[in-house]
């Protein structure tokens, strides 16, 4: 059950209200409202007192991520864009639509005016997402096998996602997933993500045994760590 509420200064907060949630919890992601779950038995107004109380916080974080939006390329009929394995191009037609082949990711347009609108923006991206979406499904699967195997760890089932700010995660029963996005990673650390997720299959939280096993497995946790913040799943 959500609500969204325009606040003043901080803008749309999406209140959701979940059962058998003990506390309130709030998060600032990139491209989404500010989000507040709440238990079921909470009203909504103490949720908007919470975010307002907040202010200070969000309106920081939400400059942090602005600031990062404005690093996203800018797609252009003369952009050079290429993954792992596609390269984008464009092509003008009588109708928009994305058509993608095992080496290209090919965008059709109308006019160039076109791209000028956040909707086209968007739609680029999207196809780009499939796109890494293929390569994540042909590719990560045999890296997973392979880093899992050299290190002896045991891990469950499989997926992936297209996260806007989680590199990966580790459930309980040792299934992983892991962003698509680890396709736009140098080498080394989407190793080092996967790692990050295997580890878990052993520790469950970050205490120091996990960054101990971390460290060793990788070679160095902290350091690739702090590289790995220069990037993020929601910006290209």
Request: net charge positive; with cysteine; glycine share 4%.
């Given at each position: 059950?959500s609500?969204l509420?325009?606040?003043k200064e901080?803008?749309?907060?999406?209140?959701t209200?979940?059962?058998g949630l003990?506390?309130?919890?709030?998060?600032?992601r990139?491209?989404?409202?500010?989000?507040?779950?709440?238990?079921?038995s909470?009203s909504?107004?103490t949720?908007?007192s919470f975010?307002?109380e907040k202010k200070?916080?969000?309106?920081k974080?939400?400059?942090?991520?602005?600031?990062?939006?404005?690093k996203r390329?800018?797609f252009?009929?003369?952009t050079?864009?290429?993954t792992?394995e596609?390269?984008?191009v464009?092509?003008q037609?009588?109708k928009t639509?994305?058509?993608i082949t095992e080496?290209q990711i090919k965008?059709?347009?109308?006019s160039?005016?076109?791209f000028?609108?956040?909707e086209?923006?968007?739609y680029?991206?999207k196809?780009i997402t499939?796109?890494?979406r293929?390569?994540?499904k042909?590719?990560?699967p045999q890296?997973?096998?392979?880093l899992?195997?050299?290190?002896s760890?045991n891990?469950?089932k499989l997926?992936?996602?297209?996260?806007t700010?989680r590199?990966?995660?580790c459930?309980?029963?040792n299934n992983?997933?892991?962003n698509?996005n680890l396709?736009r990673?140098?080498?080394?650390l989407?190793d080092?993500?996967?790692l990050h997720?295997?580890?878990h299959t052993?520790?469950?939280n970050?205490?120091?045994?996990?960054?101990?096993?971390?460290?060793?497995?990788?070679?160095?946790?902290?350091?690739?760590?702090?590289?790995?913040?220069n990037?993020?799943?929601?910006?290209?």
């Amino acid at each position: 059950m959500s609500k969204l509420i325009n606040i003043k200064e901080i803008g749309i907060v999406k209140i959701t209200k979940k059962r058998g949630l003990r506390r309130m919890t709030l998060s600032v992601r990139p491209f989404r409202p500010v989000n507040i779950t709440i238990p079921y038995s909470m009203s909504y107004k103490t949720a908007i007192s919470f975010a307002q109380e907040k202010k200070d916080w969000i309106l920081k974080t939400q400059l942090k991520i602005s600031q990062r939006k404005d690093k996203r390329t800018k797609f252009s009929i003369n952009t050079k864009y290429k993954t792992k394995e596609h390269e984008l191009v464009f092509q003008q037609s009588s109708k928009t639509k994305i058509h993608i082949t095992e080496t290209q990711i090919k965008v059709e347009y109308i006019s160039e005016d076109e791209f000028a609108s956040s909707e086209m923006q968007d739609y680029i991206r999207k196809g780009i997402t499939e796109a890494l979406r293929f390569e994540a499904k042909k590719n990560l699967p045999q890296r997973v096998d392979y880093l899992a195997n050299k290190h002896s760890f045991n891990c469950g089932k499989l997926s992936f996602r297209n996260a806007t700010t989680r590199w990966g995660s580790c459930s309980g029963k040792n299934n992983i997933s892991l962003n698509i996005n680890l396709m736009r990673l140098p080498e080394h650390l989407a190793d080092y993500v996967i790692l990050h997720e295997l580890c878990h299959t052993v520790e469950k939280n970050h205490g120091e045994n996990f960054w101990a096993l971390l460290d060793k497995v990788s070679g160095d946790a902290k350091g690739l760590d702090k590289e790995l913040k220069n990037f993020s799943p929601s910006i290209f």
